[in-house]
């Protein structure tokens, strides 16, 4: 009886005695921070792990792409800092770090859909432009 939840127990015994009145807890998931390079959500403890991780393939991934879909370097967006005791606004820093992550893509030539650079490649294969009707 370990691995069954809460809900689950309310559910199976709804009908004998539960209220339908009654309301399961509300789970509250942990704080997560956005990676500002691949736009994927760490927790807070493990960003500082990921992030120069993560910048160290981007640059191997980015070094091998054609010149021309090179990209600039990503840089960590600034967010600063709120109230007397120095917490960071997560939502505000989520935002920009998000936006920084979607500025990596690049457009489709033909399509205009974006990829990061060396998923475009792959999708430039069998991307063909629209015949007009």
Known sequence: MGSTSYSTKKTRFKGYGASSSDKSPMIRRPPTVICYICGREYGTHSIGIHEPQCLKK???????LPKHLRRPEPVKPV?????????????????????SAQSQLVPCGICGRTFLPDRLIVHQRSCKPKIPK
């Open 58 to 64: 981007w640059h191997i991934e980015n070094n091998q």
């Open 79 to 99: 967010v600063s800092s709120i109230g007397a005791k120095g917490y960071y606004d997560l939502d505000a820093l989520n935002e920009s770090a998000w936006q």
